[in-house]
């Protein structure tokens, strides 16, 4: 027993290197083992660590996107409620406003029958009044046109005795001035007023009833006159400012009215007429817009003039026709040349209206620009003796006589004429008559800023608008003659 205790002693207190070695090599396989396994349990736990909080992510991402997903279909819940909300409130604003309308219409319905109603009563109440009124307005009326009437009746018998009172001073002091004029005229060859515009009238009455009556009434001398006629009238109107351009046309023309084989005397005459007729006409529309242009016009009818025998007759005969008294100057008589009565008709036109609807202002114009052709026909230099109504010597004479003639110089249309024959002649004329222009330039320019005959106030060319304007181109126009010496 004790041998045992002892063996087993022994045996305890022994070392065997090999159990050492196996003993430490299973500890170190243990604690290999154990730190192999602690090992493990960490990275198991921060795997499982990992792998929840992935889960945790994507289980938060899903709730995200549910999140999302709800808060969407909540908000289009209630962008569906507030479209719906909004949908009820316009029907029901709609509605409101429908409703509306109708009281509204239904108010107006009643009041327009109300205002419809007024309006009956008051048109009635408006209708009787004016009916009231237009009656006592008519009777008003008739009894204001009564008295004008009487008023006017007066006035125009007033009118008539004073014009008649005035032509019968006039022609009393025409008659005394011819009278007092009549040996000197007859020893110098001139011619009165009358005399003047007799020839005129003489000469269109003779032309009508003779070669135009003859020519109008045979065809053959038609045919040949409306052939010249219609040559004459285009070269006119071809007329320009230039010395061959005239010298060609006057030629042309005297070649139509006079060819080699002479027209029939009924014919030439005609022809004469409407050359004169085609000259007027010429002055009466271009000369009145381009006052230039009765220059070349006054140069052809000058040559024609000297070429053309009887055509100073015929021109003056036809310038007094279009012109009336103006060219002379002189006021037209109660009676014709003849010695017969003048209907008012016929004195309208042979004052030289054309047509009874022609205004003043235009008729002025009209004689405005025919009177510059004749003026200026009257200053252009010839080297043949011509007709003496167609020389210079007229010039002065239509002043003289303008100038002692109350009746012209009261018209609007006296002024225009004046300045006319002043702006074509007048500084030629103080060449011409020197200090005796002077004194005539004198007394019309006290006629135009003073008064004419001493009788301050009363201006020539009248009170009108277009007397006044033409009065102070008179005026113009002499200040302009006087300071260019």
């Known amino acids: ?31 290999a083992a154990r730190q192999k396994h602690a090992q493990d349990r ?3 736990r921060e795997e499982r660590s990992q792998a929840h909080a992935k889960a945790a992510q994507q289980l938060a991402a899903i709730h995200e996107e549910q999140l999302r997903e709800v808060q969407m279909h909540l908000a289009a819940m209630n962008l569906q409620k507030k479209q719906e909300e909004e949908q009820l409130r316009s029907q029901w604003k709609e509605r409101d406003r429908k409703l509306w309308e109708r009281i ?7 009041e327009e029958k109300a205002r419809v109603k007024a309006e009956a009563e008051r048109k009635k109440r408006e209708e009787e009044e004016r009916i009231r009124r237009e009656a006592e307005e008519k009777k008003r009326q008739e009894e204001e046109r009564k008295r004008k009437e009487e008023e006017e009746k007066r006035k125009q018998k007033e009118k008539e005795e004073e014009e008649k009172r005035q032509q019968a001073e006039a022609e009393r002091a025409r008659a005394e001035r011819e009278r007092a004029e009549e040996q000197e005229r007859r020893t110098l060859g001139f011619t009165t007023a009358f005399e003047d515009w007799k020839r005129a009238r003489d000469t ?11 020519v109008k009434g045979d065809k053959t001398l038609k045919s040949i006159w409306s052939a010249g006629r219609r040559a004459i009238t285009p070269k006119i109107g071809q007329l320009t400012n230039d010395a061959e351009s005239i010298l060609k046309i006057s030629q042309q023309i005297v070649e139509i009215i006079r060819p080699l084989q002479p027209h029939p005397e009924p014919v030439y005459i005609a022809l004469l007429s409407s050359l004169a007729k085609a000259i007027l006409l010429q002055a009466e529309t271009e000369v009145t817009a381009e006052k230039r242009s009765a220059i070349p016009l006054a140069q052809v009818t000058t040559n024609l003039l000297g070429a053309l025998d009887g055509f100073a007759d015929v021109f003056w005969a036809k310038l007094c026709q279009r012109a009336g008294g103006w060219p002379v100057p002189i006021v037209v008589p109660a009676k014709d040349a003849d010695g017969a009565p003048f209907s008012p008709e016929a004195r309208r036109k042979a004052l030289g209206y054309r047509g009874e609807d022609e205004s003043l202002a235009e008729y002025t114009s009209r004689v405005s620009g025919m009177m510059r052709v004749y003026f200026q026909i009257l200053v252009t230099p010839v080297n043949q003796p011509l007709d003496p ?13 303008m100038l002692k003639e109350p009746q012209l110089l009261d018209s609007s249309v006296a002024p225009q004429v004046l300045y006319t024959a002043l702006d074509v002649g007048g500084l030629l004329a103080r060449e011409v008559w020197g200090q005796q222009w002077v004194r005539l330039l004198a007394l019309m320019y006290e006629g135009v800023t003073v008064g004419y005959h001493g009788q301050q106030g009363r201006l020539i060319g009248g009170k009108s608008p277009e007397g006044i304007a033409a009065r ?6 002499i200040e302009r003659i006087m300071s260019a010496f």
Do not use: C
């Open 42 to 44: 960490i990275q198991q």
């Open 472 to 477: 102070v181109r008179v005026q113009l126009e």
């Open 104 to 110: 509204d219409s239904v108010i107006k319905l009643e």
């Open 389 to 401: 109504v167609v020389r210079l010597p007229r010039y002065w004479t239509f002043f003289s006589r």
């Open 1 to 31: 027993m004790e041998d045992a205790v002892a063996s087993i002693r022994l045996h305890v207190n022994h070392h065997d290197p090999y159990e050492e070695w196996e003993k430490e090599t299973r500890q170190e396989a243990w604690r």
């Open 204 to 214: 269109l009455k003779a032309v009508k009833n003779g070669p135009m009556k003859i």
